[in-house]
Every structure is written in C-alpha cells, then in structure tokens.
C-alpha cells in the first residue's frame, strides 16, 4: 500500500498529471454516500479497475482533457473509509483482497479519498450484475467473450524456482587439506499458479569442468553442450497441484584448485519451459554453494608440505 500526503495530491494536480486505467482521477460529485444511483456508479469504476489488475483511484480532482486540472474536496466524516471499504467488499464479487481506502485531509475536515485495488482474482462482477473495464477512463461493459478470456486467464499454472539446498561442501582431503571440494545440490521448484500443471521441463546450465559425469542422476539427462556449459534437460515426471513445492533434480559438483576459476567466475543458469511462458534464472556460484561456511577461495586448496 502506498501513502500519500496532502501534499503528494497537490505534486498531481500542479503538475497535470493524465488520469489512466492506473491512476484515476474522478471529481467530488460522484461521492454521496446514500445515493444508490452514484453509489453504483462508483462501484463500476471499481470494478473496472480490479479487472484491468488494479490501480488506484482519487476522489476529489477535476480532470480536464483527461489530465488533473484542480482540487475538488469535500467533507469527510470520520467513517468515510470505513463506509467505502464496506460498500466495495459487499457490492463486488468475488471480494477484492488488497482494497486500501485512505482519506487525504488537505484543509481541516475536507480532503479527498484514495481507493488502492489490487486486482489479483479477475473477473469481479459489480452489484448490477455486469463486469467491466476502462475505455478512456470510462467504465465500459465487458462482452461474454472477454468475461470468458478474463476467467481463462487466471486459471493458469505458474512455475517458479524456489531455490536450492544442501549448498556446503563436503571435502575430500589429502595432508589434512581438501584436494576436492564436492557439492549435492538439490533444486526445487513450485506451482504457484491456480491451475494444475502437466507438461514442463527444466534446464541446468552448468560449466562442464564442474559437473561430474559419473553422477548418473543428472547424466542421464545431459542434451548438448553450450561452449563451457554443459546443458541438461530434466522433464516433469509429475503433475504440480496449485502451491506444491518439487524438488526437480539433484546433481554434484565437483570444485578443484584447476576448475576454481569456472567457480568463482561462471553464473549457472536454470530455465523453466512450461505451458503458460518460459522463466530464466541466473545465479553466482560462489555465491550460492559454501564449504565451513565461507565463500571458497584458493586459500582451502592450500596443502602443508610433507615433513621430512
């Protein structure tokens, strides 16, 4: 939720700030509380905001060509925000969850009101039965077809990298000093999206002088090479259900004083491919994996010499 001052309303008006689907401007005639005919007018204001995704919306500015001209406050009662609040959640469905309503005091008791929407769960139907949109800042009546597009919409799956654990080191020694400092990283993904999905997969973009080819869990799904990278493609093997969380794969990485370079210097990359869109992701290694809990360094390679 953003704040504003009074003198943060001012900043639009002084500056001619365009009313838009994000930022709408309506003058004080259309607040009267009581008044069923202007009460469902601003309902359709809101409701067209929801379904564009949201913004926020000002009573209490003149627009002239579209563009804020002056101030045009009035009173407002203790219970204005409550009131509004209250007429917004009960007049359009399904309720809008991130609705912030704040009255701006600008002299004394007269001020204007601000209406932020968060538009999250599209389509939202107003109290007269109908959806709308904005056309020019105007609520306009949405036909069947773009109803139907607004629910298809948002019933889509979402695939998202959550992260990756068992990042520390295990070191195989020689004189007391590692000589290898090997990683089993498992890599988890999540569907946070409201519709199930079925068909994904998941790249690993690592630098080939790291990946351990013997690790068949991974080399089993080893596709091509990319210059220094070796690159796998892992295929969904499960539905994702809404919110579930899966870890997709798991390989090793294997760090010596004469690959520690590709280490320090090369991003690994994991790219999502499923049916609503593609997602990239790039990470620093060193900056990810740890061994004793410190970034690696040259300094852990470091052997003593054999005492004669």
């Not at 939720?1 to 005639?29: C, G, N, P, Y």
């Not at 007049?91 to 004394?108: A, K």
């Not at 389509?123 to 773009?146: C, F, H, Q, W």
């Not at 020689?174 to 946070?192: E, V």
Request: hydrophobic share 35%.
């Amino acid at each position: 939720m953003t704040t504003f001052s009074a003198d943060d309303i001012k900043v639009l008006v002084e500056q001619h700030v365009k009313s838009s689907d994000a930022w709408l401007f309506l003058d004080s005639s259309i607040w009267n509380p009581g008044n069923e005919k202007k009460e469902i007018q601003l309902l359709q204001y809101c409701c067209a905001m929801a379904n564009m995704g949201g913004g926020k919306i000002i009573i209490g500015i003149k627009t002239m060509r579209q563009r804020a001209q002056k101030l045009d406050i009035f009173p407002l009662p203790s219970s204005s925000a409550f009131w509004l609040s209250t007429l917004i959640s009960t007049s359009i469905s399904p309720i809008i969850e991130d609705l912030y309503v704040t009255p701006v005091f600008i002299e004394n008791d007269n001020g204007v009101i601000v209406i932020q929407i968060n538009g999250k769960h599209k389509p939202y139907m107003a109290s007269d039965g109908k959806y709308y949109s904005l056309v020019s800042t105007r609520p306009r009546i949405l036909s069947e077809n773009e109803i139907r597009t607004l629910y298809l919409t948002q019933k889509q799956p979402k695939l998202e990298y959550v992260g990756v654990i068992n990042t520390e080191g295990i070191a195989l020694l020689a004189n007391g000093h590692p000589h290898t400092i090997n990683f089993y990283p498992k890599f988890i993904i999540r569907n946070a999206g409201n519709a199930i999905e079925k068909d994904y997969k998941v790249e690993f973009w690592f630098p080939s002088s790291l990946h351990d080819t013997e690790f068949s869990p991974l080399q089993s799904y080893f596709q091509r090479l990319e210059g220094k990278y070796s690159v796998f493609s892992v295929p969904g093997k499960v539905s994702l259900f809404q919110q579930e969380i899966y870890t997709i794969a798991e390989t090793k990485l294997s760090v010596t004083l004469e690959n520690l370079h590709d280490f320090l210097t090369s991003p690994f990359q994991i790219q999502i491919f499923y049916s609503a869109g593609k997602i990239l992701n790039s990470y620093s290694l060193k900056d990810t994996f740890y061994y004793n809990h410190q970034t690696l360094a040259q300094e852990h390679f470091k052997t003593k010499p054999l005492l004669k």
